[in-house]
């Protein structure tokens, strides 16, 4: 392969045809076990009798010298625990916002997208398994420092930078690097995650952070587990502290044929949403396809998603989408007071836009969201 100008590379990812090799940056080896340039010391960790405890997150794994996390993103050197996650992603592309999904986001704006390998969940249903169930240390890597990312994402005219794909969490470092540097340029910055992340790094990060979206795997305890490797209350947790905080939050839910799909758990799950503030923030009904360790699942039924739509409006929920089912509207806003197509959209792209400062243009209801 011939080494591309970053001009050359951005201008590849502006039309979609670059991202998990990065070709356009310098390529680079990885950090592997030994602190080096792409390898910074955590953020939160504590010393103990058995071994350095990382506390970013609730998996909060102790260890040995040499030992690896469970994002495979941490190791503990000479008893100081060290991210080998940290300006080096393996995935660099440039998205229309309405991608992550956010619909009620800066809409019609490109966001600077990046990723490292590793996630402290191991999801059976993961659609970017390739990098998040493995390390920095395997994947192809690009040399690009937080004031590289920032740099970038300028030059590419970007209005944000994403810290999507895998788990943003698990490169916590690197990712709160970014967006205090990027904040002080005026760039938002947008985390779309799985919300499993402990109280105090959070609370750190939100005075950097402008938007997320919170993939909220099911409402039930035990699937949540078997399903992801986590624990549900913690992703909870998240949810409340992001919804009473400054940060936009749109929610997502992927709904997985015999594990998440039953009714009864998607209506508690919306009753659970409308009592705890979130009337406003977008939720998200995702179309599950066959990937990874489900292969042997069907996609999911329309008639399912239509009828989690359902549950949510009549449990007082004002923005629903479904979302991997194009060219059915069902990715429309409306207006929750007059019904009136509020914003048409197709794919990623707006067709017709009928919001005026925020408010519906026919009854001047606003619709929550940020706008510009």
């Not at 602190?35 to 504590?46: I, Q, V, W």
């Not at 998996?59 to 100081?80: A, D, H, M, Q, Y």
């Amino acid at each position: 392969m011939g080494t591309m100008t970053k001009r050359e590379f951005l201008r590849l990812t502006a039309a979609g045809a670059a991202c998990l090799a990065c070709p356009g940056f310098a390529m680079v080896a990885s950090a592997g076990k030994d602190p080096g340039k792409f390898t910074t010391e955590a953020h939160f960790y504590t010393v103990t009798p058995r071994g350095v405890q990382c506390g970013i997150c609730p998996n909060e794994c102790t260890l040995k010298p040499g030992e690896e996390s469970t994002c495979r993103n941490r190791i503990n050197k000479g008893n100081k625990l060290y991210s080998v996650a940290y300006g080096n992603p393996c995935a660099v592309h440039i998205d229309p916002v309405e991608k992550k999904p956010f619909l009620h986001f800066m809409p019609k704006t490109r966001t600077f997208s990046i990723a490292t390998a590793g996630c402290n969940f191991a999801c059976l249903n993961c659609q970017n398994w390739e990098i998040s169930q493995t390390s920095p240390a395997k994947t192809r890597n690009v040399d690009l420092m937080p004031p590289d990312v920032v740099k970038s994402c300028i030059e590419s005219d970007c209005a944000s930078i994403s810290y999507t794909y895998s788990e943003p969490i698990s490169f916590y470092e690197y990712m709160f690097d970014t967006a205090k540097l990027a904040s002080e340029k005026g760039i938002r910055n947008i985390m779309v995650s799985n919300g499993f992340i402990n109280p105090e790094p959070l609370k750190k990060l939100i005075s950097h952070l402008d938007a997320a979206n919170i993939d909220l795997k099911a409402f039930d305890s035990q699937v949540y587990l078997k399903l992801t490797g986590g624990k549900m209350q913690p992703v909870l947790d998240t949810l409340v502290a992001l919804q009473k905080s400054k940060v936009w939050l749109e929610i997502t839910n992927l709904i997985v044929p015999s594990w998440n799909d039953n009714l009864d758990m998607i209506s508690r799950m919306c009753k659970w949403l409308a009592q705890n503030g979130f009337r406003d923030a977008p939720l998200h009904f995702s179309r599950f396809s066959p990937l990874y360790k489900l292969t042997q699942l069907p996609s999911t039924p329309l008639n399912t998603l239509l009828k989690a739509r359902e549950a949510a409006v009549a449990e007082g929920l004002k923005y629903v989408y479904i979302g991997n089912v194009p060219g059915r509207g069902f990715e429309n806003t409306l207006c929750p007071s007059c019904g009136k197509l509020v914003i048409e959209r197709r794919g990623y792209s707006i067709l017709s836009d009928n919001l005026e400062n925020g408010s519906c243009k026919s009854c001047r209801q606003p619709i929550a969201g940020v706008w510009n």
